[in-house]
Nanobody, 119 residues
Framework: QVQLVESGGGLVQPGGSLRLSCAAS????????MGWYRQAPGKERELVAS??????NYADSVKGRFTISRDNAKNTMYLQMNSLKPEDTAVYYC??????????????WGQGTQVTVSS
């Protein structure tokens, strides 16, 4: 059993900052790719940023404002969001491909955390 738990969402004014965290737990041998997605009302879920051992990738809409990072020792991923805009309002989900000690590979999603950017 493996799971992801997000934290750090909330209400922030335009131009403000938030940092999201995603902690993985369970029978983890290795976490491969990890990523943040978001889904705004009435829209499809979209990739915001991803990271694997080879590098990082960002959606064009967040480049220069968001930074993804991970602490492999803690099995935790972060998303630092700066210069937030109302269009960043969405539920943010973390996702990871996790290999367990029993050699199973799981595609795991967190429960989501709401980010609202409004004055």
């Amino acid at each position: 059993q493996v799971q992801l738990v997000e934290s750090g969402g909330g209400l922030v004014q335009p131009g403000g900052s938030l940092r999201l965290s995603c902690a993985a737990s369970g029978n983890i041998l290795r976490i491969n790719i990890m990523g943040w997605y978001r889904q705004a009302p009435g829209k499809e879920r979209e990739l915001v940023a991803s990271t694997n051992r080879g590098g990082t990738n960002y959606a064009d809409s967040v480049k220069g404002r968001f930074t993804i990072s991970r602490d492999n020792a803690k099995n935790t991923m972060y998303l630092q969001m700066n210069s937030l805009k109302p269009e960043d309002t969405a539920v943010y989900y973390c996702n990871a491909e996790i290999r367990t000690w029993s050699s199973n590979v799981y595609d795991v999603w967190g429960q989501g955390t709401q980010v609202t950017v409004s004055s």
